[in-house]
Each structure stands twice: as structure tokens, then as C-alpha cells.
């Protein structure tokens, strides 16, 4: 990947002060957004986005530190857990976020946006192109946007359908959305972000100047807002010019302690242990704890699926010899207490758990006599015998 600053890559902890010092001189006030855990009331078990806590704000009601917000949002999402072992995906991640409640417009957001890319993390211009929302049968086209860009000498691809529209659901606050690609390939910029993959967003500014009703209709919100979300790994992979988030500074020493520690074999198995280890980590964080069921089984599927890994080789490898050392990167990187003993202590824990759990279920799977299981019987093993059916799919193909 090519590297598109022309100065030193900068650390992850350079680009959160970079964003959270840009807005922050420009009247925004920076607010928390240390925690995954939701707004008591909110019945989603992690937060899932920047914008996500702020809900209500959105909605009109006043923020107590007023109408310019910024903040970094840590977020976990478990629909893409499947994905994580690629270069791009991860359980926990950032989320830099701004907003204007009611404040400025489109047109500021984006030529902020524009300045803190190319002035601000040395971005070149020729390196940057945006989409624009073209228009549906119920709105035009964001002209608002569209002028700014031509204004600040962009290429500009307009899109139409659901690309370049942002909604929270099927109904509620809604409207056009602007995003903002970088070129990632070693060659010159060509095609569109729609053409060619190495145009990879960055940043997405929406306009949410509309609420969609049950009937789909729209009316004008009575407030105008701008919310604007970045991914920090997905930024930092394209500043420090590598070619996954797992080559940068975020993951150093994690890719070099945890192989000669464990010899995964093959580079997907290696993301995943880090990932999750580190997602576990922060977690933990946050007072969660694994359990069976609700927000506690997000920790202990994430443990069981590193040590089903970890033992497709040597059943013997233990979660006791993680290194202390990768504990302490991600608290302090999380701003967490420095702890790595508890952390390590509920790994242990874990892992004698899971032991054993394996160990009654190869002899309840054994009676089956090798036989294709029903839906019936997943529920049966499940609701009985505590053994959830990826659990027994594992089972089942090492037998």
C-alpha cells in the first residue's frame, strides 16, 4: 500500500490528538467515549457506533456541553465476527467522531473535513476523492454538498439508492451522507470509488436533515444535524501505509511476541488470536464478565473461539502464557487500569471451563453414533447439556 503522507507515518496516539485538537480548537467540546457499554435503558449490549450514545441529542434534546461535540468512541460489533482474520475487520474498535447539533451545516463539516485530511495528516489532494448522495425518487440531489466539493477542486462520483444515505433503522432521523476516500494503490489514482477498491473511505459525513416515517414519507427535522464518524484503525492503516490495520503500530507487539509463542500456521489464525485476546481485554475493561447468556457470553465466545484455534494444533497450549506485556498495550492504549492480572486470571478460568465442558460433550455427541444432528437435537444439546451448537459443530468435525 502506498503511503500517502510525505512525512513520517504518525503513531495511532498522534492521529487521536491530531482529530480530537482540530475539532476542539474549532469550538467543539471533547466528550467520553471510554466505555461499550450502552446508556442504561439502551437494549443493545455493546455500543456499536460513535453516534450510537448520543441518540437522544440527535433527536433534539440538549446536550449539556452544547451543540459541537467530539469525541473517540471505542465500539464493538459482533455481526462481522465471522470476517475478523482479515486485514480491515476487529470486535473492538475506534470510532473519531464530530458533530454539530443544530449548529453549522454540511458545507463546514465537509471543509473541515477536507482541511484536517490534507493539511492536517498531510494527505495529497490528488489522493482523495468523494461520493455525493445523486438523488431517489423522494429527494434530490445534495447540491449542498456537490457545490462544496467542486468549490475545494474534488473529484466527485454521485451515487444514488441507498449509497450516500444514512438511517439509524427503518424509521427515525435520516438524510444524505458524504464520504471521503484515499488512494491506496502504488500506482497513479484512477477510477471511482465505485470502479476500483483501492479507493478505501475514510470518513463519512451525514447530513440528517430528515425523519422517515412508518409510511416511509419524510419530513424536515426541526433540527439539523452533522454526524460524522472515521474509523481510527482503518485511518492509521492508510497514514502509516500498510497494508492491513494488523501492520500497524496498533498490533506490533502483538504479531511480535504472540508467534513464537504459538505457531498458528497461517496468518487468519494469528489475526484471530490477536483480535480477540485484545477484544477480550478490553471488555474485561469495562466490567464485563463471561457468563452464559446476554453481554457475558460476547467474552466467553471470543475465548472459546481463540483456544478452538489454538488447540487445532496442540490441544496443550495454554491462555496462562499470554505475555503480561500485551495485556498492558491494550489497557493503556484503551486508558484502562494497568491490571493484567485479573485479566489473565479469567483466561485461566476459561479455559479450565471450556476443558471440561469439551470433555462431557465428546460423551454426549459419542451416543449419537456419528450421525447428521437435527435442529432438534442442537436444541436438545444446547438447553441440556449447555453445549451451544458452534461448540458442537467443533466436536463434530475433529471426530
Known amino acids: 500500500m502506498h503511503t500517502p503522507t510525505t512525512h513520517t507515518p504518525p503513531t495511532t496516539g498522534q492521529v487521536v490528538d491530531t482529530f480530537t485538537h482540530f475539532f476542539q480548537e474549532r469550538g467543539h467540546r471533547l466528550i ?65 467522531g464530530s458533530w454539530s447539533l443544530g449548529d453549522y451545516g454540511g458545507p463546514q463539516s465537509l471543509r473541515w473535513g477536507y482541511e484536517l485530511l490534507h493539511e492536517g495528516f498531510g494527505i495529497p489532494r490528488d489522493r482523495l476523492h468523494v461520493t455525493v448522495f445523486g438523488g431517489d425518487g423522494q429527494v434530490g440531489v445534495d447540491g ?55 479507493w478505501v473511505e475514510v470518513w ?95 467474552p466467553r465466545r471470543l475465548i472459546r473461539r481463540t483456544l478452538t484455534t489454538l488447540w487445532q494444533d496442540d490441544p496443550g497450549r495454554t491462555l496462562g502464557d499470554l505475555p503480561r506485556e500485551l495485556v498492558e498495550h491494550i489497557q493503556t492504549h484503551f486508558g484502562l487500569p494497568v491490571e493484567p492480572g485479573p485479566v489473565l486470571d479469567v483466561l485461566r478460568d476459561e479455559e479450565h471451563r471450556f476443558r471440561r465442558l469439551l470433555d462431557r460433550g465428546r460423551k454426549v455427541l459419542s451416543r449419537y453414533g456419528g450421525r447428521q444432528l437435527t435442529p432438534e437435537d442442537y436444541h436438545y444439546l444446547h438447553d441440556t447439556h449447555g453445549l451451544p451448537e458452534e461448540l458442537v459443530d467443533g466436536i463434530v468435525r475433529e471426530g
Do not use: A, K
Open 32 to 96: 467520553t467515549g471510554s466505555t461499550l457499554l450502552p446508556p442504561p435503558g439502551d437494549p443493545v449490549l455493546f455500543t456499536t457506533s460513535g453516534m450510537h450514545p448520543l441518540t437522544p441529542y440527535l433527536e433534539g434534546r440538549p446536550h449539556p456541553l452544547g451543540r459541537r461535540l467530539v469525541n473517540v468512541q471505542r465500539c464493538l460489533r459482533t455481526t462481522d465476527l465471522d470476517e475478523v482474520g482479515d486485514g480491515t475487520h476487529l470486535t473492538v474498535f475506534q470510532m473519531l
Open 144 to 198: 449542498e454538498s456537490l457545490d462544496t466539493w467542486h468549490e475545494l477542486g474534488l473529484p466527485v462520483e454521485l451515487t444514488g439508492g441507498d449509497e450516500n444515505w444514512w438511517s439509524n433503522g427503518p424509521t427515525g432521523p435520516c438524510g444524505p451522507d458524504s464520504e471521503i476516500f484515499v488512494w491506496t494503490g502504488d500506482c497513479p489514482p484512477r477510477g471511482t470509488p465505485t470502479t476500483d477498491p483501492r
Open 204 to 298: 463519512n459525513h451525514v447530513m440528517m436533515r430528515h425523519r422517515r416515517h412508518e409510511d416511509g414519507n419524510l419530513t424536515p427535522l426541526v433540527q439539523r444535524n452533522i454526524d460524522t464518524g472515521m474509523g481510527l484503525e482503518r485511518l492509521v492503516t492508510v497514514l502509516q501505509g500498510v497494508d492491513s490495520v494488523y501492520g500497524t503500530d496498533l498490533f506490533e507487539p502483538w504479531l511480535r511476541l504472540v508467534p513464537p509463542l504459538w505457531d498458528l500456521g497461517d496468518q487468519e489464525s494469528l489475526r484471530v488470536v490477536c483480535d480477540h485476546l485484545r477484544s477480550f481485554t478490553v471488555i474485561h475493561g469495562d466490567g464485563v464478565r463471561p457468563s452464559h447468556t446476554g453481554r457475558g457470553y460476547v
